[in-house]
C-alpha cells in the first residue's frame, strides 16, 4: 500500500486526527462501557489502542517513546486520550528519524510471521480504524455523542440543519 514514508504519514496523520476526536469524546463514567462482561470496556480498547504502538512497532523494530505495551490503564478518559496523542506522535517522530522509504521493503518478524515493513503499518493503520468503530458502538451504548468520523454523525445532521437519514 506505501511506496514512500510519505504516503503513509499523509493517511496516519488524519486517521489519528479522527481517533482523537473519538477519545476525547470519551468520560470517565463511559470507560467501564461494555457489550458483555467477557468482552473489553470502552476504556480498555482506548487503552489497547494507546499501548500496541509500543508493542506492535516496537515488535517490528522501531525505538519509540510511546506509552509502554505493559503500563496500566488509568481511571480517567483524558489521560488515556493524553496517552494516545503522545503515542501516536512518538510513532511518527521515531518513523521519521529511523526509517526510511526503503524501510518498507525490509522484512520484520511480527507475531510469528514475516511482514514487509510497508504491511505493518498498514496493519497498524487498520488495527485502529477497526477498535474505533467497536469504540463508537461502546460510545452509543454509554450516551455519548459520538464524533463524525468519515462524515456526519447522527447529531451532526442536526447541528448542520438536515434532516437524518431514515432508520
Not at 43 to 54: E, I, K, N, V, Y
Not at 58 to 85: C, F, Q, T, W
Amino acid at each position: 500500500m506505501f511506496s514512500t514514508m510519505d504516503e503513509f504519514f499523509a493517511l496516519w496523520q488524519p486517521e489519528t486526527d479522527k481517533t482523537r476526536k473519538v477519545f476525547d469524546a470519551l468520560t470517565d463514567e463511559s470507560l467501564g462501557q461494555q457489550v458483555t462482561s467477557d468482552h473489553r470496556t470502552l476504556g480498555r480498547l482506548a487503552w489497547h489502542l494507546t499501548t500496541t504502538f509500543d508493542e506492535m512497532m516496537g515488535s517490528a523494530g522501531l525505538e519509540l517513546n510511546a506509552v509502554k505495551k505493559d503500563a496500566p490503564m488509568p481511571d480517567s478518559a483524558s489521560a488515556i486520550s493524553e496517552g494516545y496523542r503522545k503515542s501516536s506522535q512518538a510513532i511518527v517522530e521515531a518513523m521519521r528519524e529511523q526509517w526510511t522509504d526503503r524501510t518498507l521493503t525490509e522484512e520484520r518478524d511480527l507475531y510469528g510471521r514475516v511482514w514487509k515493513v510497508k504491511d505493518i503499518l498498514y496493519l497498524l493503520v487498520a488495527h485502529q480504524i477497526h477498535h474505533r468503530g467497536q469504540m463508537t458502538v461502546l460510545m452509543r451504548q454509554a450516551g455519548l455523542k459520538v464524533p463524525g468520523v468519515y462524515g456526519p454523525s447522527k447529531e451532526d445532521w442536526s447541528v448542520m440543519g438536515t434532516k437524518p437519514p431514515e432508520i
